[in-house]
């Protein structure tokens, strides 16, 4: 058996470029980070880790880590945990302002559902190529204390995925979104290797622009900026007609590529996820089809849908302007392991539920973004 596939375990017009004359015009929020705070960031922070040790959790990465499941192997956390935040609150502020249909959904649910809302994960695209892959970011979550777990493959879509489990966390009861139980982490990479000669060339080309743009990859991700220069629009056609996941990685870089609600943690109704699909239907929003709405592991305890991506405008390097995909919601609902059936449900944790991804739902998942999605007509 292939351990990876069967793995225990997810009509803006705003641009997507940053504003040259305001880099830090689109995070707008009470909480401003000072400057100093943004040196921090740049620099990430790397104190917990002696260059040893940072280089062993670099290996694991690649070498995908065989831990325990459900949380046993978690470890303490590193550094400082409302800078941590911080940063994971201006990527949501990001995804929030790109992408109309996540906000909705967002204050839809937390219209019916007040007590709280969990992010069960947050996930995001990379070029896998001299430096720019999944390693660029993890890296980041890796100094905060996060820990690699399972790899994921996909053959057909040439793509590979990490996903990393949070810290223990400190003030995860009462809190809502950012403010509550800390996220899943899932990044993946594109094969840069296995595409064709003529999309290699472009995507190195503005990887060498970029020059070390992939050490700032969670800055990159906050600002809401790309580490490399507009692209032509023509080089976007190119990568969109072999790989769309390319076409998007190149327009919109680091950018979260979605977040997901963790249903079985809402209070209300919607905590079933097949209850939660309906409302979202009902209220005019189209969820991803590819392989039905809801997709389910063949253990039947990971459930997962996701709305369709928003799209924006976006103007390309040679004065072109044309509408790109931009992000989606996703959501999640995770079942109680059949040894912990018979626990009361007030005794109920998340450790005591099925844990991490599964390949034949996020192979489906990946294609909110497709335009096949996007132009979809419902019947």
Known sequence: MIMMMRLSSSTSSL?????????????????????????????????????????TQKRNIS????????????????????????????METVYL???????????????????????????????GVNGYGIDSLASFFLDFGYTPRDELRFPAKKLRALWFSPPVNVVAD???????????????????????????????????????????????????????????????????RESEYAAWTLVNGYALNHVTISTHQLKSNLRSIKNLNQFIEENGFRLNSEGGVLKVS??????????????????FSDGTTESVPCSYIEFAERLVLPQYNNLPEKEIKESHRRDGFEVGNADKIFESTYKEQLTRKDA
């Open 15 to 55: 641009p997507i470029s940053i504003n040259k004359n305001n880099p830090f015009s689109s995070l707008t929020s009470s909480s401003t980070l000072r400057q100093s705070t943004f040196t921090q960031l740049l620099s990430f922070p790397r104190s917990s880790f002696t260059v040893n040790s940072m280089s």
């Open 63 to 90: 070498a995908v880590a065989s831990t325990p499941q459900n949380g046993s192997d978690k470890s303490s956390f590193q550094g400082g945990e409302s800078f941590f935040r911080s940063v994971l609150a201006r």
């Open 97 to 127: 302002n790109r992408n109309p249909t996540a906000k909705a959904i967002l204050d839809l649910v937390h219209s019916v559902d007040e007590d709280r809302i969990c992010y069960d994960h947050f996930a995001f695209r990379t070029f």
């Open 174 to 240: 009462g809190g809502s979104r950012i403010g509550g139980p800390l996220p899943r982490i899932f990044i993946s990479e594109l094969l840069v290797d296995q595409m064709s000669p003529q999309t290699q060339e472009i995507i190195k080309k503005y990887i060498e622009v970029s020059g070390s743009g992939n050490r700032h990859a969670a800055l990159a991700s906050a600002l809401g900026s790309l580490t490399w220069e507009k692209p032509l629009y023509s080089e976007f056609q190119q990568l969109a």
């Open 298 to 315: 063949p253990d039947g305890l990971l459930l997962q849908s996701s709305t369709v991506a928003d799209s924006t405008s976006f103007a």
